[in-house]
């Protein structure tokens, strides 16, 4: 059993996680550009970074219901 801090918690880093991927998708289906000062951040990296966010927000949610 989990304590309340615990499950506030995983609810809130896995509401950031499904943020961050929804984030990431939206960046390839509109093709917004990134810049870091002079750098283009690559879209691989959402390619990337799409399904790891992804999955950490379910796993976050998953512990959450356990």
């Known amino acids: 059993m989990t304590s309340v801090s615990h499950r506030v918690y995983l609810v809130l880093s896995g509401s950031i996680f499904f943020m961050v991927s929804l984030l990431h998708m939206l ?3 509109y093709h ?3 810049l870091v000062g002079p750098w283009a ?3 691989s990296l959402s390619y990337v970074g799409f ?3 992804f999955a950490y927000g379910i796993w976050a ?3 959450c219901r356990s």
């Open 32 to 34: 917004w550009p990134i």
């Open 27 to 29: 960046r390839l289906l």
């Open 41 to 43: 951040v690559p879209y």
């Open 51 to 53: 399904p790891v966010a």
């Open 61 to 63: 949610f998953w512990l």
